[in-house]
């Protein structure tokens, strides 16, 4: 599969991510051994950006020439220690051509489900649809669920797969009930939606995703409590739930 990865080639980028997710890899330690306090993954930097390297064999080990020690993890839970840091993963860096780079936003992508997560780079803009009736549901719906502060929307458009209406919400509260109460304002809104336009949500407190990311930088609310003057009544969570889940 690393051999079919080409620029724009996104349909076998994307068969490389499931691969990472299901298979091993064998990770170069610059420090420690595995399993030791002191082990230390090798790191290097490709356009500004920090890649941790690895190979995908005893067979690539070997060849490497790399003389430290060495961890063999699953992909997964590579993906998942790595992305929180912002580490992508760089894949046979010793292989001709200099091997493939695995950006921390598609190792999110591989723990959270790559059919959950829209496959990047990702083309986002405002909507320019004409839903006024949909907005409007929202707006009332929002304004009688107190766990919202706030709806931003946006335009996605993945590498792969069918573009979708975003909708940002910005809660108060991820308690139970206030996550029910937002699911079904949602519910009660999307039965307005011409048919066949998807609509997800994003919640705006996810530090990692890359939509909440553009719409904190990029977009105006089209509702927004506190400008109307009532008050908070608790902490933005620090992370989502069921994104993107369409309604």
Sequence with gaps: MLHQVTPGRYDAYEALLGALGAGRLWMLLWHGSPGTP?????????????????VTSAQELAVSGWSRSHEV???AEIA???YPGRWG?????????????V????????????????AGPLRISE?????????????????YTPAVRSLRRAWVQPAVGAAY????????????????????????????VPEGLPVSTV?????????????????????????QGAPATAAAPGYGYGYPRAY
């Design 203 to 227: 919640v705006m407190s996810d530090e990692y995703d890359q939509v909440a990311m553009w719409l904190r930088a990029s977009a105006r609310p089209f509702f927004d409590r506190d400008a």
């Design 127 to 143: 909507p320019s649809l004409e839903i006024p009736h949909f907005y409007a549901q929202l707006t009332h719906g929002a304004q």
């Design 38 to 54: 002191d082990a230390q993954f090798g790191n290097m930097e490709v356009a500004g950006h920090g890649y941790v390297p690895c």
């Design 73 to 75: 993890s699953t992909g």
């Design 165 to 192: 209406l975003a909708i940002g919400l910005d809660l108060y509260d991820s308690g139970h009930q206030s996550v029910e109460a937002v699911r079904q304002m949602m519910r009660q809104a999307v039965a307005s």
């Design 80 to 82: 998942a220690a790595l």
């Design 103 to 118: 950006p921390w936003l598609d190792l999110r992508r591989i723990h959270g489900g790559l059919d959950l997560l829209p």
């Design 89 to 101: 993963l760089w894949i046979n860096p010793h292989a001709p051509g200099g091997g493939v780079g």
